[in-house]
């Protein structure tokens, strides 16, 4: 990790804390996920699912994983880096957003979300800050509760933020589908016009 000098902490959940930082050798700004349980071997990492979708999954609207680095016993995800997340947009502007706007960000999620899927994987947290914005440019991010989609049940009942979460999963059904990601994605096109949750409630 010598070859990264960490700039500012972006944000901290409840798996890892992610951070800005420099790359020494390329000068390049990366973001870097720090991953808070311990790695005692090597082969451990190999078994996270958040890896193993990562790797697999390669689209312009999907986050790029660099490379994974396990040093002390600790392990580090190298992310490209992203100016802001969509729920900072939403948060700090003035005015809704434009019809073409909106289109465009929707547009962008669903291709995402289609390569997704077809590969075999569910995402099961999309919400606003999960997903990264680079001015016009959206990817989705933290893939730390995605499944394959070939995995069998039964699935967790808590899973994504419950603003988000389809009726399926709020009725603690184990035996949910993909289908789950695109009721998130049909609530952030409704907060992206009104820019506020559609079904807020309480978390």
Known sequence: MERYKILEELGDGTCGSVYKAWDKQTGEIVAVKKLKRKFYFWQEHTKLRELRALRKLNHPNII????????????????????????????????????????????????????????????????P????????????????????????????????????????????????TPAVDMWAAGAILAELFTLSPIFPGKR
């Open 64 to 127: 790029k994983l660099n490379e994974v680095v396990r040093e002390n016993n600790e392990l580090f995800f190298i992310f490209e880096y992203m100016d802001c997340n969509l729920y900072q947009l939403m948060r700090d502007r003035q005015s809704s957003f434009s019809e073409e706007e909106i289109r465009n960000f929707m547009s962008q999620l669903l291709h995402g979300l289609n390569h997704m899927h077809r590969d075999g994987y569910f995402h099961r947290d999309l919400k």
């Open 129 to 176: 800050e999960n997903l990264l914005v680079t001015n016009d440019l959206l990817k989705i991010a933290d893939f730390g509760l995605a499944r394959e989609v070939s995995s069998m049940g039964p699935y967790t009942e808590y899973v994504s933020t419950r603003w988000y979460r389809a009726p399926e999963v709020l009725l603690q059904s184990s035996s949910y």
